[in-house]
């Protein structure tokens, strides 16, 4: 049986002094020298182990300048600062030396150590923060990828986190925009169903600050902003700016990669974020469950505390959508934040109305939906729809081939094999030109019939070599009858009216929000109107026509 040090003293004193045993014999019985048994005797605490001193010969020639290196790093930028890799690496080019890694980094790490000492730089002190029920909460965006219809796109996690109980609300945007910001505000108080009566604190975010006042914590606010929190009536408090002031809301830093590592890993693959964020929403019901490091109770438990505390909300959710009043050009696409999007060519040279969402881009001609577009995130995008330009290819049928409508219509499905198959037996009977109208004449049928079964027209109209329209038309009908549906497309319900531009010379008019409709509304007292008056002008005698 091995024995440590000290148990070993601790033996050889207690034999010497109850069993009178020499020196030589205690040497013996343990199996020491006799000069660690004196040592034994003479103090019963082991002396320290000495560290030997490591040299580093090969290393030896270069400590100076590797020294240098790291002075000079204290006035370098955080992140572009000397690692043990890069020196090495420094000193093969320089130097023409090869140094084994474990040597440079144990004399960078002691060094760096030593310089910071020198320097007199005090470590940092920290102060744990007191959180009252329903007070405090804490904002952030995070990056994550998600592979969204097969294609992985980078999207933003926006977390809302309630600094006394932890709870959090999450949602997935296409953008980290104003927006998303304003849109995961209102997500996430509705799903809290209360408003924190303390701070919300924030970064220095460009949704939110304007401009940041020179060495205050006073900021410039962007108006919408300003607008929303005096809406739900929390009050903001903005962290340093850069990496002083990640402490000041580290609760919600570590949400969100915990968030993310936890639920988005590995790669999420949705066809939608709105499926994105459904599972997410079962994701923070189970994060209820979860006890936050030493806490005794858990995260739900904490929150049901927490909930009487918050603010009540107001009746109606505050309105986050921006619209504008861009111009058709000439191409039939719009322009909206550095980003381009088609629209039917019949609204080419007029102005339109467009309601702009986080995620979404809905376009009107007065009272009317005229397209709908996934809102791009980028600058200088565009998306086309193919079917927003059928009336133009019917007269210039020559350029559908390299359009870039077209394009995007195969890379997004919409554009089939079966419509590929058709051109070509559609140009090899009635030429190039003829063979793609006949094609674009098929393209119209989406309008009125389903694009399953217009797919089923087109098949049979393959199968049978034939390149008529009237056969694609009849055979997609019979595939509409087969499965007992109407062979037409029915009316799409009419959209809600996007919300007017604000005129500053006219009254502001909030609009009847579903919230308000849902209310029943009052019975209606007013007696029925009487007829009898009207009833006398049936007995009036009609004058004479001389």
Not at 359 to 388: K, P, S, T, Y
Not at 391 to 414: F, I, W, Y
Not at 433 to 445: A, M, N, Y
């Amino acid at each position: 049986m091995s024995l440590s040090k000290q148990e070993l003293f601790d033996r050889i004193r207690r034999d010497s002094w109850q069993l009178g045993l020499s020196i030589r014999a205690l040497s013996k019985k343990y199996g020491v020298h006799r000069r660690l048994v004196r040592e034994a005797l003479a103090s019963p605490v082991p002396k320290p182990r000495k560290r030997p001193v490591r040299t580093s010969p090969r290393m030896e020639p270069y400590k100076k300048t590797v020294d240098a290196w790291l002075r000079a790093d204290l006035d370098a930028p955080r992140k572009q600062r000397h690692t043990a890799k890069r020196i090495g690496t420094r000193l093969e080019e320089e130097f023409g030396v090869t140094l084994p890694y474990t040597t440079v980094r144990d004399f960078v790490t002691a060094r760096r150590r030593a310089i910071a000492e020198e320097g007199g730089a005090a470590a940092e002190g920290y102060l744990i923060r007191h959180n009252a029920p329903g007070a405090d909460a804490e904002v952030d965006f995070g990056e994550v990828w998600v592979d969204l219809a097969g294609q992985r796109v980078k999207c933003y996690l926006f977390a809302f986190r309630l600094a006394y109980s932890g709870r959090a609300v999450h949602r997935v945007s296409r953008s980290c925009g104003q927006q998303a910001f304003f849109e995961g505000h209102v997500h996430a108080l509705s799903v809290l169903g209360g408003v924190p009566a303390g701070q919300v604190r924030y970064d220095n975010l460009t949704p939110a600050v304007s401009k940041v006042m020179f060495r205050s914590r006073l900021r410039e606010e962007n108006p919408k902003w300003t607008a929303l929190h005096e809406f739900y009536g929390f009050t903001p408090f903005y962290c340093e700016p850069g990496l002083r002031g990640a402490h000041e809301k580290g609760g919600v830093e570590g949400q969100v990669g915990y968030f993310r590592r936890n639920y988005l890993t590995p790669v999420p693959r949705v066809d939608t974020l709105e499926d994105l964020n459904g599972q997410i929403a079962g994701f923070e019901q189970r994060e209820l469950e979860r006890r936050i490091g030493s806490r005794i109770r858990t995260i739900g438990q904490d929150f049901a505390r927490e909930v009487p505390h918050l603010l009540p909300l107001p009746p109606e959710p505050f309105e986050t959508a921006m619209t504008f009043q861009p111009r058709v050009d000439r191409y039939s696409r719009i322009t909206v934040k550095m980003c381009s999007y088609s629209v039917p060519v019949r609204f080419i040279d007029r102005k339109v109305a467009v309601h702009l969402t986080g995620d979404m881009l809905v376009v009107f001609d007065n009272r009317r939906e005229i397209a709908r577009h996934v809102r791009l995130a980028g600058r200088g995008l565009e998306h086309l729809v193919l079917d927003h330009y059928l009336e133009v290819l019917l007269r210039k049928p020559g350029a559908l081939d390299r359009s870039e409508a077209l394009h995007q219509a195969r890379a997004e499905g919409t554009f089939t094999a079966e419509h590929e198959a058709f051109w070509a037996l559609a140009k090899q009977q009635l030429g190039e030109i003829d063979g793609t109208k006949s094609l674009v004449r098929i393209l119209l049928l989406h309008r009125h019939q389903q694009h399953s079964d217009v797919i089923a027209g087109l098949r049979a109209a393959i199968a049978l070599g034939t390149c008529s329209e009237d056969v694609v038309a009849l055979e997609a009908r019979k595939s509409a009858q087969a499965d007992g549906r109407a062979p037409t497309v029915t009316a799409v319900p009419a959209a809600p009216d996007p919300p007017e531009p604000a005129d500053p010379q006219l009254p502001q008019v909030s609009h009847l929000t579903a919230h308000r409709l849902a209310r029943p509304l009052p019975e209606d007292a007013r007696p029925l109107p009487r007829l009898e008056q009207w009833d006398e002008l049936l007995h009036l005698r009609r004058k004479d026509s001389s």
